[in-house]
């Protein structure tokens, strides 16, 4: 399996990448490391407030003391869920735009090394 991939700029009609030495780069691998150091939080956060409904509801009764006349905490618990995840996914989508723009400068930059990202 080649590693090597056809990629198009504007300056650039025609050029050759060669991904592993790009992965083996020092930019790449900063830029993973970012991208993980949000990802990650962000998924374990969200792992468990997804999963406490149901863990909360199942073993505890605190979820089902009434806030305001019938309405109790497992309602606001769950209306919360629904806006975690609209908000998670806003920040998630406008973060994803910066990581792309980081990953096509990487593959820019490796072109415009000469032999830092071309093959041979």
């Known amino acids: 399996m080649s590693t090597l991939n056809e990629f198009k700029t504007d300056s ?4 050759t990448v060669d991904f ?10 900063s830029f993973i490391e970012n991208k993980k150091k949000f990802v990650i939080p962000y998924t374990i956060f ?6 406490l409904l ?5 073993y505890t009764t ?5 806030i305001i006349g019938p309405i109790s905490w497992v309602w606001i ?14 920040i998630y989508v406008r973060k994803a735009a910066k990581f792309d723009e980081q990953a096509d400068q990487i593959l820019k930059d ?4 000469g032999d830092g990202g071309r093959a041979s």
């Open 62 to 66: 605190f979820l089902n003391t009434p």
């Open 77 to 90: 618990f769950a209306f919360a869920q629904f806006v975690m995840t609209w908000v998670l996914c806003t």
């Open 12 to 15: 650039q009609a025609n050029d």
């Open 110 to 113: 490796q072109i415009d090394n």
């Open 46 to 51: 969200f792992l468990i407030f997804y999963f």
């Open 20 to 29: 592993e030495k790009i992965e083996q780069s020092e930019q790449f691998n």
């Open 54 to 58: 149901p863990v909360l509801t199942s």
